[in-house]
């Protein structure tokens, strides 16, 4: 006698075949969820770049992909020409590296403080520092312009870094790395002779790589990109900072697009280089930073 089994592997090959198509439509929505959200980013970015690379921003005037005849560097030459851009550039720098040198240093210091020393009221100063996070920065433009000006430093790099020479940020992420390290480890070089700048510059801070990697990025950046201060402590334009320097040449040459894109992919290529090569560190440093 021979009995009637149920079709259960056609069944199940059915559901499964239900199944990839599922995963299938949900991959493709996501890549087309993707690719659009990628176009809105980048679009812009399109159009500054080979704007700067047209004759009289071509691409800016309608024409989303310009003929190669319209491609030219002289865009680049106008705009350095016009203004003191090189010079700028040097003050930009300037600016960077030492905004950059002491955000890390006070930050480090700082974060020190906050975690290996035993003392009472750290929390406290902890929270003070967080605090800080809070107060706009226009609130305290005002008395920074006059300690600024009565130190003679109105016009100078120094003039433009001292305000912003410690910063709470780099301080709560270094705080918040060096709480996760293992307090066998400080403790094993205080007993070897190391002193407190020799454990925080060869011990600590080398093992919290990630994080004083992302605090050096954070403040490269925000010294790179800072505008109202620099634009107000400096009056003459060999002075100023490139981000002013191009807000100038908008200003000045409003009617050509092609010169201000020019200008303005010169003030990103350096941003731009950074975060491409530093990603890495920046994402795990943040993750880390957060997790601690």
Sequence with gaps: MHRNRPARPRAASSTARGQIASKTAR?????????????????????????????????????????????TLNN??????STP??????????????????????????????????????????????????????????????LVSNLGLRNTVLGIVLPYIAAAYPIFLLRQAFAAVAPEIWEAARLD????????????????????TTAVIWSALAAWNGFFWPLLITDTANSRTIQVGIASLAAADAGNPALIFAG???VVIPTALLVIFAQRFLVHGLARGVLS
Excluded: H, K
């Design 193 to 212: 002779g190391a002193g407190d700048l020799r454990a925080l510059f060869a011990i600590v801070m080398p093992v919290c790589r990630p994080q004083v």
């Design 264 to 266: 303005s992919v010169l």
């Design 85 to 146: 851009l090189l010079s700028q550039y040097s003050v930009s720098v300037a600016v960077v590296t030492l905004q950059t040198l002491g955000n890390l240093l006070t930050g480090a210091l700082a974060a020190y403080a906050l975690v290996f020393p035993r003392w009472r009221g750290r929390g406290v100063a902890f929270a003070l520092v967080l605090l800080t996070l809070a107060i706009p920065g226009e609130s305290v433009v005002i008395p920074n312009y006059e």
């Design 27 to 71: 991959a493709g929505a996501r890549f087309i969820a993707v690719l659009a959200l990628a176009t809105i980013v980048f679009l812009p970015v399109y159009v500054a770049v080979v704007s700067a690379f047209t004759v009289n921003g071509s691409i800016a005037r309608g024409s989303i992909f310009p003929p190669l005849s319209t491609f």
């Design 76 to 81: 680049f030459t106008e705009a350095i020409a």
